[in-house]
């Protein structure tokens, strides 16, 4: 059996109730358990399964030590003291993952892989492999319809200039207001009014949101709280769903992943700190996948990525199978339409390993991300359509005006 990723380690002491004394050491936050190791020997000195949790809770020993306890199945109490950096981080995490139910007992033997995972995967496959090509297409169509944008800026621009061309060769040298001040504000105005307008955004959807450990800046206390991803931006909230920070997307100078349950985000500043965000979560394996696809050029491994395939092995089965039972009792009528009528035939039931649900549910989450990454760049298209007429028809009333005038001066 592979070693187990150790997610975070805190140094402090645990009560060994045989000898009636306190040992110093560190302890480890695993996937699947809980670890305190020895300081000098290195000797594990306790190896606690989550699932074999029954509470945790903070109390004091000789009522003045602050301490962690932890109730086993069994009444088998054990007791930490002397974290550091305090004991509310090291609850705080130990809590979320517990909660969250990352690991299950039956989660490390996966089941092989089966021909209705199979058929299911290669199923979300192809609609990915489409769907990225129609993304490609959207994406061209948008740069052309920029370079179409940036072509009448210049057509603009030109017309600007023949108007003040017109106005001095309509205006005799000795006018005192040849320039006309008025009319040149009047049109400065408006060009500040239509450069500040605000671009009306498309829909922002939410991709994916998941419950945090969050830890600001250089702060030491980690915090529970919210990671929501959307198309545009990344949202930090804390545990009454207020908004902390916002990125937008172009704001992401830096996303560096340490293991696939920690991530750090950062806003890189000149002049003042960097603004980043240290980030842990049990289901945090369904962000990764999703800003990898949003933020390719920022973001960073810190880690072997095949940990990831063999940690997904370790979530709970009732958690991930359950996502796709619909899609499942699809196929199963499927294959009872086939056979016909007349025909009546036994078939063994077939189930979705824990290794496969996990790689489809990081699938569907690629798919549902770049579905909204191609709405709204629909919405932006369509916005930009409408300047585009806009801009064409307003062109072609100065064009006619400027012919009118030249006629004029001949």
């Known amino acids: 059996m592979s070693k187990e990723i150790c997610i975070h380690s805190w140094p402090g002491s645990y009560y060994l109730n045989a000898e009636k004394r306190w040992v110093y050491g560190h302890l480890e936050l695993c996937p699947s358990s809980l670890l305190f190791l020895v300081e000098k020997t290195?000797?594990?000195?306790?190896?606690?399964?989550?699932?074999?949790?029954?509470?945790?809770?903070?109390?004091?020993?000789?009522?003045?030590?602050?301490?962690?306890?932890?109730?086993?199945?069994?009444?088998?109490?054990?007791?930490?003291?002397?974290?550091?950096?305090?004991?509310?981080?090291?609850?705080?995490?130990?809590?979320?993952?517990?909660?969250?139910?990352?690991?299950?007992?039956?989660?490390?033997?996966?089941?092989?892989?089966?021909s209705k995972g199979k058929q299911l995967i290669n199923l979300v496959t192809g609609s990915q492999r489409r769907l990225e090509d129609t993304a490609k297409v959207l994406h061209h169509q948008g740069e052309q319809f920029n370079n179409v944008m940036e072509g009448l800026d210049k057509i603009e621009c030109d017309l600007d200039t023949a108007d003040r061309l017109l106005t001095g060769l309509e205006s005799p040298s000795w006018w005192p207001f040849s320039n006309k001040p008025w009319r040149v504000q009047q049109e400065s105005k408006r060009r500040d009014l239509g450069a500040s307008a605000p671009k009306t955004p498309g829909k922002d959807g939410v991709i994916v949101r998941v419950p945090v450990i969050f830890l600001e800046g250089a702060d030491s206390s980690r915090k529970p709280g919210d990671l929501i991803v959307l198309v545009s931006a990344l949202e930090i909230r804390d545990s009454n769903s207020r908004i902390l920070h916002r990125y937008r997307r172009e704001d992401v100078d830096e996303i560096k992943v340490y293991s696939p349950y920690e991530i750090n985000i950062r806003q890189r500043f000149i002049g003042k700190p960097d603004l980043s965000y240290r980030l842990l979560s049990a289901k945090m394996q369904n962000v990764i996948c999703v800003l990898e696809l949003q933020y390719k050029k920022n973001i960073e491994f810190l880690w072997d990525p095949l940990e990831l395939k063999n940690s997904s092995e370790l979530v709970p089965s009732d958690v991930s199978c359950s996502l796709w039972h619909s899609a499942t009792d699809v196929i199963d009528k499927s294959e009872h339409l086939a056979e016909g009528d007349g025909q009546v035939q036994v078939q063994q039931q077939q189930t979705v390993s824990d290794a496969e649900a996990q790689e489809l549910k990081q699938m569907l989450m690629k798919l549902k991300t770049i579905a909204f990454e191609a709405e709204a760049e629909l919405d932006r298209q369509s916005e930009v359509l409408g300047v585009i007429a806009d801009s064409t028809d307003k062109a072609t009333v100065q064009i006619d005006k400027h012919n009118r005038r030249i006629k004029k001066l001949m």
């Open 42 to 114: 290195g000797d594990m000195l306790l190896c606690l399964q989550l699932s074999d949790i029954v509470e945790i809770k903070k109390e004091s020993s000789s009522f003045i030590f602050s301490s962690i306890t932890i109730l086993e199945k069994g009444n088998v109490k054990h007791w930490f003291s002397s974290l550091q950096p305090n004991r509310t981080v090291v609850f705080n995490t130990i809590e979320h993952f517990w909660k969250e139910q990352l690991l299950s007992p039956g989660g490390v033997g996966a089941a092989s892989p089966t």
